[in-house]
């Protein structure tokens, strides 16, 4: 679902570099961050960060954690906060970007190692099951510092001309 999610927003984010004038690099790089960092790292994981919290057993069967304990409401609580100053980017843009991107980029970077370490202690490392895990969180890191690195948080411009 996450990585159907990636694709729409990359197209998304790509039809609205194309029909945005000025078409500079920065300012397509600075639309694909805004893109990620709400429609990915934003409004989702605070749909996930929600369902964490009102159904921890649930949350945590799905997620591969073990049930009961104040694990799931850390976890949930956290996401909460990643996913708020996600969403406050495209209001307080230039520099700010950085810090959220850098948040779900470590984050996601962290998640991929953790999942391919899980996968092969379980001996899943099958390769649909590492590219879905690469796809849903490894891109994601590297697509973030990537965006960042190629001064999408440099552009000064007022946020009506997005």
């Given amino acids: 679902m996450f990585f159907v999610l990636l694709i729409i927003l990359l197209v998304a984010a790509a039809a609205h570099v194309a029909l945005s004038k000025p078409r500079t690099f920065t ?8 893109y ?15 369902w964490c919290l009102a159904r921890p057993g649930e949350a945590a069967s799905v997620l591969g954690f ?3 304990g104040p694990f ?15 969403l406050l980017a495209p209001f307080l843009r ?12 470590v984050f996601f970077a962290g998640a991929t190692v953790i999942h391919f370490r899980d996968a092969s202690a379980h001996g899943d490392l099958s390769h649909g099951n ?7 969180h490894g891109l994601i890191s590297l697509l973030l510092i990537g965006l960042i690195a190629s001064g999408a948080s440099r552009e000064k411009t007022s946020p009506t001309t997005t």
Avoid: K
Avoid at 94 to 102: F, K, L, M
Avoid at 130 to 135: D, E, G, K, R, S
């Fill in 66 to 68: 073990p049930p009961g």
């Fill in 130 to 136: 590492m590219w879905l895990i690469f796809a849903t």
């Fill in 36 to 50: 990620l960092l709400v429609g990915y790292c934003g409004v989702p994981m605070v749909l996930v960060s929600l």
């Fill in 72 to 86: 799931q409401q850390f976890f949930a609580v956290a996401y909460l906060g990643m996913s708020i100053i996600s």
């Fill in 94 to 105: 230039r520099s700010y970007v950085i810090g959220p991107a850098v948040c779900w980029a």
């Fill in 27 to 34: 300012r397509g790089a600075r639309l694909f961050l805004l």
